[in-house]
């Protein structure tokens, strides 16, 4: 499995644009890079998956590198209710091939402030 | 859909107790997991399934069963209660293996345990 490693914490200010990087060095060919967000006493809610190059949707991009050994999940113009803990995933959920199993780190607690 | 429904919300057990947590969907997802989440830290894999009749082990498989006989249910066995399981219990679904929709996990609302 693919390990993951992204910043415990960052801060930021409302309106401003928010870019969280996550390290993956052993990530394998079949593997995707997922992202979730996660506010207190809540679960995980999935905000956007992508395998190489940029991805964007409605909520978020997600850019990831040539090599896709790093990707960054880039949020646009954040406001209070984006403090969240938002997590990055490296896995390949292709039944019998390499692994089933997708592993949450520890994640990085985004602080919005106004 | 009611999506990922997970019972009971709260629940305290003694050590040495058993019990089971309680998780459904109703969205004919193949996959489903139980994460277990402790104050300040990460998700951990505790179990999962790929189906109906199909069971692996996560990271942190012991002290706890299950089992999964119908897509729709998929039930966590805590088999003699430790306080060392106080935590928050979180079951998800996703649709299945070959699609890049199978990273789309849907997760219940939790269940909080303490055991004392």
Redesign the interface.
């Known amino acids: 499995l693919a390990k993951t490693t992204q910043p415990i914490s960052m801060d930021s200010y409302e309106g401003q644009e928010v870019n969280i990087t996550c390290s993956h060095n052993n990530i394998a060919t079949n593997d ?1 890079i ?1 992202w ?1 967000q996660q506010f207190p ?6 905000i956007i ?1 992508g395998y190489k190059t940029k991805v964007t949707n409605e909520v978020a991009s997600l850019f990831i590198p040539a090599d896709r050994k790093s990707s960054t999940l880039s949020l646009p113009r954040v406001s209070l209710s984006d403090t969240a ?1 938002y ?1 990055c ?1 490296v ?1 390949d ?4 091939g390499a692994t ?8 990085t607690l985004l602080a919005v402030q106004p | 859909n009611a999506g ?1 429904t997970q019972t009971p919300k709260f629940q305290v057990l003694k050590t040495g107790q058993s019990m089971t947590l309680q998780c459904a969907q109703d969205m004919n997802h193949e ?1 489903m ?1 139980w ?1 277990r989440q402790d104050p300040g ?5 505790i179990h ?1 399934s ?2 109906a009749g199909i069971t ?1 082990q ?2 942190v498989p012991n002290g706890y069963n299950v089992s999964r006989s119908t897509t729709e249910d998929f039930p966590l066995r805590l088999l003699s209660a430790a306080p060392s399981q106080t935590s928050v219990y ?1 079951c ?1 679904s ?1 649709p ?3 699609r ?1 929709s ?9 269940t909080r345990l303490t055991v004392t």
């Open positions: 995707y997922t979730y006493s809540q679960g995980p809610r999935f998956q803990v997590y995933l896995g959920v292709n039944y019998g089933n199993k997708l592993i949450f780190g520890t994640g | 990922v996959y997991s994460y830290m990460g998700l951990r894999l999962y790929v189906g692996d996560g990271e979180f998800a996703s299945g293996s070959g890049p199978s990273y789309e996990q849907y997760f219940g609302p939790g």
